[in-house]
Antibody, heavy 121, light 109 residues
């Protein structure tokens, strides 16, 4: 059974940093691209960042480019999102999602339950 | 960046009725790389359809996707209680950013 479990969310002040983790199991992690997708309270889904199967290729939305860094450790079956210079509009539930398709054209067949990040003073 | 516009914003229907959800792209979606997701309150999205028309594993056949180019449709033939949720389309036909539509909420009339 595929499982994606996010951790590391919480309350952070504007300008601060936070690192999210996503522990994957139930599939061959190093065969698939992975992404982070977020959802602000009461809003729709927004793709944030993605990485290919080996972490060499990374992609970002314009809204987080230069502030967030995606990475993965295939030896630990874990995906990360380092979030720096956080702003109030980064407040959202952050989902880890398993990508299917030819890098970087992914759709997402499995999702984690999400980690809530609140940016507020 | 491809912008996806979903309509209507809210669809109020009764169980047993047919639901037709629209997703329109600002430019043609390459290879019809269009997916649909269902999201229940407080839950993660669930993949329903990919490649515009292929149902994901375990998805009931009352869900069907169609369309090509810039116009796509998700049809739910007969609504069941579990189908009242928010539905999102997503295009993956172009290099990032991958984009989602704004969502259609299907609620009980």
């Amino acid at each position: 059974e595929v499982q994606l479990v996010e951790s590391g969310g919480g309350l952070v002040q504007p300008g601060g940093s936070l690192r999210l983790s996503c522990a994957a199991s139930g599939f061959t992690f190093n065969n698939f691209g992975m992404s982070w997708v977020r959802q602000a309270p009461g809003k729709g889904l927004e793709w944030v960042s993605g990485t290919g199967y080996n972490g060499a290729d990374t992609y970002y939305s314009d809204s987080v480019k230069g502030r967030f860094i995606i990475s993965r450790d295939n030896s630990k079956n874990t995906l990360y999102l380092q979030m720096n210079s956080l702003r109030a509009d980064d407040t959202a539930v952050y989902y880890c999602a398993k990508g299917v398709g030819i890098r970087p054209r992914w759709y997402f067949d499995f999702w984690g339950r999400g980690a809530l990040v609140i940016v507020s003073s | 960046e491809i912008v996806l516009t979903q309509s209507p914003g809210t669809l109020s229907l009764s169980p047993g009725e047919r639901a037709t959800l629209s997703c329109r792209a600002s430019q043609s979606v390459s290879s019809n790389y269009l997916a649909w997701y269902q999201q229940q309150p407080g839950q993660a999205p669930r993949l329903l359809v990919y490649g515009a028309a292929t149902r994901a594993t375990g998805v009931p056949d009352r869900f069907s996707g169609s369309g090509s180019g810039t116009d796509f449709t998700l049809t739910i033939s007969r609504l069941e209680p579990d189908d009242f949720a928010v539905y999102y389309c997503q295009q993956y036909g172009s290099s990032p950013p991958l984009t989602f539509g704004g969502g259609t909420k299907v609620d009980i009339k």
